[in-house]
């Protein structure tokens, strides 16, 4: 009965909540080990109070997990109890009371619009990968646009006469996303060649052999790209992504834009790109201040 309900939750996350399949593995590897721990403490899911909840967490603490993880397996079972009220499997939630862990924020690490540019125009591409690889790159950048929602592109998602694309994305949501006119032209160029990786796809971007790019391959070329262009290691999708947030707010865009472009649901997660911009706060503050000069 419970391994059917851990099941069904599972399903309605793949199915009717439209989280990825990644997502999906990660939450059952979360209940899987909490499934553990009621076998090891003889509860079933109509015994368990939110004494054992906390009981469960100090255990994972003691085993020296990171608050990382302690904090994604908490969210974890909270939303599966939550889902078991609702279904009607239990009467009350003892999670609800189970306080979320308090993590401390870590700001971004983002690349300068220096390097940035550098890379992209000293980029001469002249093979069709070489030409994909640097419309992928510019995409990234001029669209601030996840990894996953990059892969997923397909040709009908681009609409390059008005500079947009169709995304989707976490929880399969839509949005709409202008293009840098760097980005549509790399990617106007891209499309011009894209026959001769033979595509068996509609997918924008694909391998040489025609399939559409994985994420991990996405990784792997942006690597690539920064550590012979740019001499620059350790550059991932992501880093784009906060980089095209804070050199959008560097430059006066409203918070509200950036979330809106970023697809957060909350301002709260956009905010942290605040904190990235006091240098430029700093400096605007010494350049107007009238008590910043010295008497002569």
Request: aromatic residues 6%.
């Given at each position: 009965m419970?391994?059917?309900?851990f099941?069904?939750f599972?399903?309605?996350?793949?199915?009717?909540?439209?989280?990825?399949?990644?997502?999906?593995?990660?939450?059952?590897?979360?209940?899987?080990?909490?499934?553990?721990?009621?076998?090891?403490?003889?509860?079933?899911?109509?015994?368990?109070?939110?004494?054992?909840l906390?009981?469960w967490?100090?255990?994972?603490?003691?085993?020296g997990?990171?608050?990382?993880?302690?904090?994604?397996?908490?969210?974890?079972?909270?939303?599966?109890?939550h889902?078991?009220?609702?279904?009607?499997?239990?009467?009350?939630?003892?999670?609800?009371?189970?306080?979320?862990?308090?993590?401390?924020?870590?700001?971004?690490?983002?690349l300068?619009?220096?390097?940035?540019?550098?890379?992209?125009?000293?980029?001469?591409?002249?093979?069709?990968?070489?030409?994909?690889?640097?419309?992928?790159?510019?995409?990234?950048?001029?669209?601030?646009?996840?990894?996953?929602?990059?892969?997923?592109?397909?040709?009908?998602?681009?609409?390059?006469?008005?500079?947009?694309?169709?995304?989707?994305?976490?929880?399969?949501?839509?949005?709409?996303?202008p293009?840098?006119p760097?980005?549509?032209?790399?990617?106007?160029?891209?499309?011009?060649?894209?026959?001769?990786?033979?595509?068996?796809t509609?997918?924008?971007?694909?391998?040489?052999?025609?399939?559409?790019?994985?994420?991990?391959?996405?990784?792997?070329?942006?690597?690539?790209?920064?550590?012979?262009?740019g001499?620059?290691?350790?550059?991932?999708?992501?880093?784009?992504?906060?980089?095209?947030?804070?050199?959008?707010?560097?430059?006066?865009?409203?918070?509200?834009?950036?979330?809106?472009?970023?697809?957060?649901?909350?301002?709260?997660?956009?905010q942290?790109?605040?904190?990235?911009?006091?240098?430029?706060?700093?400096?605007?503050?010494?350049?107007a201040?009238?008590?910043?000069?010295?008497e002569?």
């Open positions: 419970e391994g059917d309900v099941e069904r599972l399903h309605h996350l793949r199915v009717e909540r439209g989280l990825s399949p990644h997502t999906v593995v990660a939450y059952r590897r979360d209940l899987d080990q909490f499934r553990g721990f009621l076998e090891e403490e003889q509860l079933s899911l109509e015994d368990v109070t939110v004494q054992d906390q009981a967490v100090f255990a994972l603490h003691e085993q997990y990171a608050r990382s993880t302690l904090q994604r397996r908490v969210s974890a079972v909270r939303r599966f109890f889902y078991l009220v609702v279904e009607g499997v239990l009467s009350a939630n003892p999670a609800a009371l189970l306080e979320p862990m308090k993590m401390p924020k870590r700001l971004p690490e983002v300068r619009e220096e390097e940035i540019q550098r890379v992209l125009d000293g980029w001469v591409p002249e093979t069709p990968v070489e030409i994909r690889n640097k419309a992928l790159v510019e995409v990234l950048y001029g669209s601030g646009m996840r990894v996953s929602e990059l892969v997923g592109l397909r040709i009908r998602d681009v609409d390059l006469r008005e500079g947009i694309a169709r995304v989707f994305g976490k929880g399969r949501k839509e949005r709409i996303v293009l840098s760097k980005a549509q032209e790399a990617l106007r160029q891209y499309l011009e060649v894209r026959m001769h990786l033979h595509p068996k509609d997918h924008i971007f694909v391998s040489r052999t025609g399939r559409p790019l994985t994420r991990q391959r996405v990784w792997e070329i942006l690597r690539e790209v920064f550590r012979s262009l001499d620059r290691e350790g550059v991932y999708p992501h880093l784009l992504r906060h980089s095209f947030a804070t050199h959008l707010l560097s430059r006066g865009a409203d918070l509200r834009v950036i979330q809106e472009l970023l697809g957060h649901a909350r301002l709260a997660t956009t942290v790109y605040t904190h990235l911009s006091l240098d430029q706060v700093k400096q605007a503050f010494h350049r201040h009238p008590r910043e000069k010295a002569e």
